[in-house]
């Protein structure tokens, strides 16, 4: 019921762009995306040439400082990295003042940001030192955070860190394993998972990373603003995507299996009904990162003792919508995380944690995408106008009178 046109014009010739579709809010030099030809590189990397041949820390290390490391630099990274794995003492007791069954996500962005009451001495955002430091503790205290709140969440003792091992091995051991019990490490499990955090690391300006940047533009230190990346990433329609296909996936296995009732009813739009793990906002020819994850799982699927039937509804559903007007239409293909739950579960990992372990890959990318942004002269803090659209001047009633 409003002229908008008439309002932008009064808003000073303001540019309205509900979502940002067509907005660049900065300059960036870290991650290419061309939704159109599906191509994915960090720092001019190809994404596939980096999960096949790298290491999630040697990608952290690349989207930070910009250029893959030499051994020594990577040896002293990684060396850099393992000291810092455990936690303060005290932080143990924030985990046990959450209730039991508290999602894992706000118990992380809440440990998080009290990580960084830990360190007042070194937050300033301007201090080189300060902000290595910080991106340092972030990157080797996130998984033993990450392991904490599952930990929480089963009623288990946390375990330390064993510091003898590589960062993913050491996550799935305080995840998984029982102190005083010898913990067999599955290298393919590692290997997947490893992957995975690559594949996450970094995606230019989505909803979290522009979350860190926006928050840090008015210079809140390093761990408020990945923390406020969390709760971004906690929405279903962002790093929530993940745990919401596999529910989508059991609610149709327990209605029978029937994939063509459930495509018809995403069609039709049924109760909003939407079919989760799949269209983009930037790809719209297909997500490279889907074509690499669904190699992995098959790899894990097939493993002794794994199979799931999940993954043949999930096989259904893609084939259906690749054959299907509705979505060829509106270029809906599968998005990165359309299999990864499923490889998740394979892994042992509860649905409520998905969305935590993509935390702990986009974490290198925030910490990356911060940076940049701080250290960028052209950076101001952020403030997007509005096109008002209430009601005009009014005089104010006594509340008698209303
Ligand atoms: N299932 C069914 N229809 C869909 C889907 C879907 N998954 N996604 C989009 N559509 C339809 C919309 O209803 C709309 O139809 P219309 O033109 O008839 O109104 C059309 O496709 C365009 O969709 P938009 O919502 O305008 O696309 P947008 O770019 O805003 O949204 C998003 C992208 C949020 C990812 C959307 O595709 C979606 O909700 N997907 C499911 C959730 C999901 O998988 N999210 C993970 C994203 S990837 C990530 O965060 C790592």
């Not at 809440?110 to 360190?119: E, I, K, R, W």
């Not at 051991?173 to 019990?181: H, L």
């Not at 008015?218 to 709760?231: P, R």
């Not at 969305?355 to 925030?366: D, E, I, N, Q, S």
């Amino acid at each position: 019921g409003y002229d908008i046109a008439k309002l932008l014009k009064e808003t000073g010739d303001t540019t309205l762009d509900i979502g940002f579709v067509n907005t660049a809010s900065c300059t960036s030099a870290i991650t290419y995306i061309d939704g159109d030809a599906g191509i994915l590189r960090y720092r001019g990397y190809p994404i596939d040439q980096l999960a096949e041949k790298s290491s999630f820390l040697e990608v952290s290390y690349l989207l930070i400082y910009g250029e893959l490391p030499t051994e020594a630099e990577l040896e002293d990274f990684t060396e850099r990295v393992r000291q810092h794995t455990m936690l303060h003492e005290d932080l143990k007791s924030f985990f046990r003042g959450f209730p039991r069954d508290a999602h894992p996500m706000p118990v992380l962005s809440s440990a998080v940001s009290a990580l960084g009451t830990f360190y007042q001495d070194s937050l300033d955002p301007f201090d080189k030192a300060h902000v290595e430091i910080s991106t340092i503790r972030l990157l080797a205290k996130l998984p033993t955070i990450a392991a904490y709140a599952y930990k929480k969440s089963i009623g288990q003792p946390f375990l330390y860190p064993d510091n003898r091992l590589s960062l993913t091995e050491n996550f799935l051991r305080m995840t998984f394993g029982v102190p005083a019990t010898d913990y067999d490490i599955d290298p393919d499990m590692v290997k997947a998972l490893d992957q995975l955090l690559i594949l996450h690391a970094d995606h230019e300006q989505n909803c979290s990373t522009s979350t860190v940047r926006l928050v840090g533009s008015a210079h809140a230190n390093l761990f408020n603003s990945v923390s406020a990346g969390i709760h971004a990433l906690s929405g279903p329609l962002h790093g929530g995507a993940n745990s919401a296909v596999l529910e989508m996936l059991d609610g149709i296995l327990e209605s029978g299996g029937d994939v063509d009732t459930f495509v018809k009813k995403v069609k039709n739009k049924e109760d909003g009904v939407k079919l989760m793990g799949f269209g983009h906002r930037v790809y719209k020819n297909y997500d490279p990162r889907a074509a690499i994850i669904k190699k992995t799982t098959d790899t894990i699927l097939n493993k002794d003792g794994v199979g799931d039937p999940l993954l043949d509804i999930a096989l259904q559903l893609e084939q259906r919508a690749l054959e299907d007007d509705y979505f060829i239409e509106r270029k809906l293909y599968p998005n990165v995380d359309f299999y990864t739950g499923l490889i998740y579960k394979a892994m042992g990992f509860p649905t409520k944690m998905f969305t935590v372990l993509f935390a702990m890959g986009r974490l290198p990318g925030w910490i990356a995408q911060w940076r940049e942004m701080i250290e960028d002269p052209a950076t101001k803090i952020g403030r997007p106008r509005q096109v008002y659209t209430g009601e005009t001047e009014r005089d104010y009633r006594a509340i008698g009178d209303r």
